[in-house]
């Protein structure tokens, strides 16, 4: 059974640029999340979804970041325009359902972002 | 307010022997999930092993158990009989139910196991 699966693995870009991520989560889950990973430090929920519906947003940072996932499957992260301080890792993990007090979470390999 | 603690910055340990990597928590809430991944120099967070709050026993997965002393609220991970492969980042992470199980996670050990 495919993994989580993101790309690209490698971004670099200028500041003011825009850029965007993709996620395809593994199949049957229900429950995709996008957690940033600041160097030295374990990653942050950013956005969470069940489904198509965005259900915890309130850590994505709304005036440069949006999200999607459409039919419910794979999701994409933007960010427009890039900020120097937004060079991080986006990891992307899905659950088979949010709501199970047993919520394993798997990750994919993440996207390495650099902005110059 | 919600809060994992990994006091160990890095970690090293002889190949073939047992390591512990601590592991604090802080929350109010009653029902929580306590996590453990691992993530190599690859990048993937890698799932080891799960512990529920009710849960009575320690979890064990293979090489990994969880001692689990939720009066004193620590959930540390045990490595038995270390590898070479073993070495990477070992994240503890901690998952709500009241806030629909997003995980928390503390901010790493980096283990190193020497041949």
């Known amino acids: 059974e495919a993994g989580v699966v993101q790309s690209p693995r490698y971004k670099i870009i200028e500041k003011k640029q825009p850029v965007a991520f993709w996620c395809n989560p593994i199949s049957g889950h229900n429950t995709l999340y996008w957690y940033r990973q600041n160097l030295g430090q374990g990653p942050e929920l950013l956005i969470r979804?069940?489904?198509?519906?965005?259900?915890?947003d309130s850590q994505l940072p709304k005036d440069r970041f949006s999200a999607e996932r459409l039919k419910g499957v794979d999701s994409t992260l933007k960010i427009q325009p890039a900020e120097l301080g937004d060079s991080a890792v986006y990891l992307c993990?899905?659950?088979?359902?949010?709501?199970?007090?047993?919520?394993?979470?798997?990750f994919g390999a993440g996207t390495r972002l650099s902005v110059l | 307010a919600q809060k994992i603690t990994q006091t160990q910055p890095g970690m090293f340990v002889q190949e073939k022997e047992a390591v512990t990597l601590d592991c604090t928590y802080d929350t109010s809430d009653q029902s929580y999930g306590l996590f453990w991944y691992k993530q190599p120099s690859s990048g993937e967070m890698i799932f080891l092993i799960y512990q529920g709050s009710y849960d009575e026993q320690n979890a064990t997965e293979g090489r990994y158990s969880l001692n689990f002393q939720k009066a004193r609220k620590s959930a540390n991970l045990v490595i038995s009989a270390s590898q070479l492969g073993d070495s990477a980042m070992y994240f503890c992470a901690m998952s709500l139910n009241t806030y629909g199980n997003k995980l928390v996670f503390g901010a790493g050990t980096i283990l190193r196991v020497k041949s």
């Open positions: 979804y069940e489904n198509e519906e965005a259900v915890d």
């Open positions: 993990a899905s659950s088979l359902d949010g709501g199970l007090a047993k919520n394993i979470q798997y």
